[in-house]
T-cell receptor, first 114, second 116 residues
Framework: GDSVTQMEGPVTLSEEAFLTINCTYTATGYPSLFWYVQYPGEGLQLLLKATKADDKGSNKGFEATYRKETTSFHLEKGSVQVSDSAVYFC?????????????FGSGTRLQVQP | SAVISQKPSRDICQRGTSLTIQCQVDSQVTMMFWYRQQPGQSLTLIAT?????????ESGFVIDKFPISRPNLTFSTLTVSNMSPEDSSIYLCSVVRGLAGGTEQFFGPGTRLTVL
């Protein structure tokens, strides 16, 4: 079945550091890929998405490129801020047997220190 | 976007009791989803709830343990029955809404359940 693997956390960075959170996936077809963010005490929010190969999703300075050849969707940001401290989830969405299914990775906690 | 509220936001319950979680959406949606996020784990889909029909449960989840109601297009409830400490999780309600260019899945703030 479908699965998503992302790097374990926590990831601890200083403010203005470069961020990469790795995400790879396995899927039977051509999924859409997402990054969700969960800030402390809040629900999940969609951060960015890409629906086909070579698409780049971007939002709030974060970006990720759908790489079909490496089945990856790594999240990057050039300069992190303390306010980016949160848990980040990589996810894929695929229609299987007529039903849409969203599969999540295990989440990566990011801690940004001032 | 979709505004989703859940009640309660958190609860501490005794083993063997049941808790019903409510999910309210600000507009009509066809499908509502219930997820579980166990401590330190990712989200796992429990079931999909369509209005007017039985919920569809994922492997490992059964109706007797997690009965779901969907009385209208803006509301759903999930009951966690005969609870044990292993049921301690965050339970999230989710909906899919069509947007220009595709669809997007929105999540409620979650209900943090602790079972003693």
């Amino acid at each position: 079945g479908d699965s998503v693997t992302q790097m374990e956390g926590p990831v601890t960075l200083s403010e203005e550091a470069f961020l990469t959170i790795n995400c790879t996936y396995t899927a039977t077809g051509y999924p859409s890929l997402f990054w969700y963010v969960q800030y402390p005490g809040e629900g999940l929010q969609l951060l960015l998405k890409a629906t086909k190969a070579d698409d780049k999703g971007s939002n709030k300075g974060f970006e990720a490129t759908y790489r079909k050849e490496t089945t990856s969707f790594h999240l990057e940001k050039g300069s992190v801020q303390v306010s980016d401290s949160a848990v980040y989830f990589c996810a894929l969405s695929e229609v299987i047997a007529g039903r849409r299914a969203l599969t999540f990775g295990s989440g990566t906690r990011l801690q940004v220190q001032p | 976007s979709a505004v989703i509220s859940q009640k309660p936001s958190r609860d501490i319950c005794q083993r063997g009791t049941s808790l019903t979680i409510q999910c309210q959406v600000d507009s009509q949606v066809t499908m509502m989803f219930w997820y579980r996020q166990q401590p330190g784990q990712s989200l796992t889909l429990i079931a999909t709830a369509n209005q007017g029909s039985e919920a569809t449960y994922e492997s490992g989840f059964v109706i007797d343990k997690f009965p779901i109601s969907r009385p209208n297009l803006t509301f759903s409830t999930l009951t966690v029955s005969n609870m044990s400490p292993e049921d301690s999780s965050i339970y999230l309600c989710s909906v899919v809404r069509g947007l220009a260019g595709g669809t997007e899945q929105f999540f409620g703030p979650g209900t943090r359940l602790t079972v003693l």
